[in-house]
């Protein structure tokens, strides 16, 4: 069956870094666009950044571009969002998603359970 496992979250310190893992099986990888989205508690959740499949091309929220970046490793199975200067008003519930077509809203087709970024001021 399906599965996206998110790892990867923490506990970090304002300017700090992370990078977020999504490990995907069940499905051909490589045929599907892959997206990180978050929710803050008592928000919606919201588009992070997502990637296409074939050409790679990369979308990111405004309020984060130039902080985050997003990539795959198709070998792998594996999507990052590599997250810096992170800021506490990043803190969420970080899942991973997956969809054949790429969009900056909700309807992707698999979530992962999502896992926890926590940015201290």
């Known amino acids: 069956q399906v599965q996206l496992v998110e790892s990867g979250g923490g506990l970090v310190q304002a300017g700090g870094s992370l990078r977020l893992s999504c490990a995907a099986s069940?499905?051909?990888?490589?045929?599907?666009?892959m997206g990180w989205f978050r929710q803050a508690p008592g928000k919606e959740r919201e588009f992070v950044a997502g990637i296409r499949r074939g050409d790679g091309r990369t979308y990111y929220a405004d309020s984060v571009k130039d902080r985050f970046t997003i990539s795959r490793d198709n070998a792998k199975n594996t999507v990052y969002l590599q997250m810096n200067s992170l800021k506490p008003e990043d803190t969420a519930l970080y899942y991973c998603?997956?969809?054949?077509?790429?969009?900056?809203?909700?309807?992707?087709?698999?979530w992962g359970k999502g896992t926890l970024v926590t940015v201290s001021s």
């Open positions: 069940g499905f051909t990888f490589s045929t599907y666009a």
């Open positions: 998603a997956s969809d054949p077509v790429l969009r900056t809203t909700m309807g992707w087709t698999y």
